[in-house]
């Protein structure tokens, strides 16, 4: 009887055809171990973790906080802020929430050490308002207001650099207090602005502007729920007649939330410092 197998014996043209086929096979099976064996084990394949949320962040805090979430970080860009310590993280990449895999970079973006320059505008005989606005828009900051008589309400007459008059173009850095000297408009009383529905942010500037001051800020009702934060009464009323560096008081809640007719400062209300909003 003849051998069946004696065509694929080494030497023939069938045991050539069977070697390759056996190659490939043994090829293919190597590929798929590597592709659905060993590479997912080695790179966590199906494992992700949350990114977490580090603006804010301290950098000298934040190698220890991302490695012990198996994580790492690098500095993509500076930038300068004044609402922010500096060397602390003002962007990040991906975003908080986002699922990346182990050992993934997170590029962040740090606050300066030193505030970048910026040219002080011109707010001389412009108004009181304008120089706010202006002002808002350079990242500066208004400091204290003196009042100098003059015949025009609000007029800026002066600009002041840490007790020392500054000229306009002078470069300062970012976040700077700039003072401000203004004309009282004589004997003139001022009218009290409106700023029922507005925030304690917006409502600054027709008060400031008006060379008036917040005074006791009152809250009412809950304000820990979402929801808009604005002034639901003041005292006095709009349009009584104020002078100069006289105050303004305001209850403030969420919008919609009603105060009563009568109510009255007291002791036993809650009174928020308008340097913690």
Do not use: C
Request: glycine share 8%; net charge negative.
């Amino acid at each position: 009887m003849q051998n069946p197998f004696k065509k694929y014996k080494p030497g023939t043209i069938g045991g050539l055809v069977l070697s390759i086929i056996v190659a490939i096979l043994i090829f293919f099976t190597i590929g798929i171990s590597y592709f659905y064996a060993y590479l997912p084990s080695s790179t966590n394949h199906g494992e992700s973790i949350t990114v977490p949320d580090i603006q804010g962040m301290n950098i000298t805090e934040l190698e220890k906080f991302l490695l012990d979430r198996n994580l790492r970080y690098a500095i993509n860009d500076s930038s300068y802020s004044s609402d922010y310590e500096p060397l602390t993280v003002l962007k990040q990449y991906p975003a908080a929430g986002v699922k990346v895999k182990e050992n993934r970079n997170i590029l962040i973006t740090i606050n300066r050490v030193t505030p970048p320059s910026v040219p002080l505008p011109n707010l001389i005989d412009g108004s009181l308002i304008n120089a706010e606005a202006v002002m808002r828009g350079s990242e500066l900051k208004r400091g204290r207001i003196q009042l100098v008589r003059g015949p025009f309400l609000n007029l800026v007459k002066e600009m002041r650099y840490q007790g020392q008059k500054i000229e306009p173009g002078t470069r300062i850095p970012k976040g700077s207090v700039i003072d401000l000297v203004v004309e009282d408009g004589g004997s003139n009383e001022i009218p009290t602005p409106n700023v029922v529905g507005y925030t304690l942010e917006d409502a600054k500037i027709p008060i400031f502007g008006s060379n008036l001051h917040i005074g006791e800020i009152i809250v009412v009702g809950d304000t820990v729920n979402n929801g808009p934060i604005v002034i639901l009464k003041q005292s006095p009323v709009p349009q009584t007649k104020m002078r100069a560096g006289d105050v303004i008081d305001v209850w403030v809640g969420k919008k919609g939330t009603e105060v009563p007719e009568d109510e009255e400062i007291d002791e036993d209300e809650d009174h928020v410092d308008l340097n913690e909003l």
